[in-house]
């Protein structure tokens, strides 16, 4: 089963950007379909973007046009670039593997959008 670690986030201002990365360790990395999901205090778990193994995309309303999710087969990674952040986008992002039954999820990176 795959096992995905994040990293990347940090704080940043209004407007800036913010690339996030997922590794994921095993073989079968590229059958897996891969997401982002943010959760902050007392909310569930949202929605950000996701990528199947074939490439397709998906995005969370809050954030179509300014975050992008891509991923490298070659390399186990997955990527959200994250433009024109908002303080609502405040979160801790996590990542999410699928195949099937298995699911494995992040640790989560916190990503902190202030002035």
């Known amino acids: 089963q795959v096992q995905v670690v994040e990293s990347g986030g940090g704080l940043v201002q209004p407007g800036d950007s913010l690339r996030l990365s997922c590794a994921a360790s095993g073989s079968t990395f590229n059958a897996y379909d891969m997401g982002w999901y943010r959760q902050t205090p007392g909310k569930q778990r949202e929605l950000v973007a996701a990528?199947?193994?074939?490439?397709?995309?998906n995005y969370g309303d809050a954030v179509k046009g300014r975050f992008t999710i891509s991923r490298r087969n070659d390399k186990n990674m997955v990527y959200l670039q994250m433009n024109s952040l908002k303080p609502e986008d405040t979160a801790v992002y996590y990542c999410n593997a699928k195949y099937g039954v298995r699911d494995s999820w992040g640790q989560g990176t916190q990503v902190t959008v202030s002035s």
């Open positions: 990528i199947t193994s074939s490439g397709s995309t």
